[in-house]
């Protein structure tokens, strides 16, 4: 009997994945991130602090709302971008930065971790809220990723809300941009340009980052489905069309329901050549895997051989501190190519976090279990 037993449900662990699991807890979470990069105390003065902190706070709050009434992670994350895409303190919608030309184009993704249905947008310059545009690409186009006047006429042509380019500048943003045009020219006369490496130029002289302020979410709901979604102005005094992480697919967004949801914030050159996105998902599915095995043979066997029990996909769970391990570890990575910035993660369980190797992320989580959590500085 324990033979068969075995012999049946030893082919089922294999199949099984974690997305089969049940969500019979009724468990929901959602992290978010308003950016990663240089961000000292001293650089925030307490009343921008606080309002950085009330509009975390805000974004997830619409986004728990949403998930603790039922509602999809996709409807979740969607409108806790729109929050900080029209909060002019975060780099993408209102207050994105500027391009080197003076121009604001803004990048985004979403994905869906059910279907892995996704959609994107790079250098749109008239979509008020782009995550909207993403969406739009991924529900109603037959591809993925569409930039430029295209991906502008695509938007017009789904009815999004169109803005005057106007709308989304700031002060603040385009005296960035002439600091930063004017440190690039001095290096240019240098002949220093070529050798500065991607992460030095997005500082000022006084340590401020340039690019500050992406933003994105990730969420799974009550029906265990995962999603994830990224908004940027990407970094200031971009040319020649650059296109950072944000608006591609593993890079800067990832959801899978078998593993987790993942949206990145830092220099995205360097989140694209690590695939950042993806490969913390693929480890992490990978590590269950190895961990259900490990499970199994510490289960005792009968007088035949045979396992007295199977350890089965749904009754398992990778351990907080496992979970963690898997996002450190490609953020190591991120740093070993010198790349700077962090992502933020939710599992099909619910667990959420962040992964940062900058002084400080603008980050935010809660959770069916009523945690909650606002953070900034690095050692918060
Ligand atoms: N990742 C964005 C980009 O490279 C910028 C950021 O996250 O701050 O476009």
Redesign the pocket.
Known sequence: MKRFFAAIMAPLIAVQPLSALDNEEQIWSIAIHG???VIKRENLSPEREAAIRAKLDEALAKGSEILKSGGASMDAITAAIMVLEDDPNF?AGKGA?FTWDGKNEL?TSIMDGKTRNAGAAAGVQYTKNPILLARAVMDNSRHVLLSGAGADQFSLEQGLEQVDPQYFYTQSRFDSLQRYKAAQIKRDAANAAAKASLKDI?TDALGR?Y????V?AVAVDKDGNIAAG?S????TG?RWG?????PIIGA?TYADNRSCGIS??????Y?IRLAVAQEICSRLRHRFRREIDKAQLTVPKDAEGNYTYIVHAREFELSDKQVQEEADAVIAELGDIGGD?GIIYVTPVGQSGFSFNTEGMYRARSDSNGTKVIAIYGDE
Not at 232 to 235: I, L, P
Not at 242 to 246: A, T, V
Not at 264 to 269: L, Q
């Open positions: 950016g990663a990069g780099n930065v990048d997005q980052a690019r500050f302020g992406t994105g990224t940027t102005g990407g970094t971009k650059r296109i950072g992480d944000s800067g990145a914030t830092g220099t995205g050159e989140f910035g």
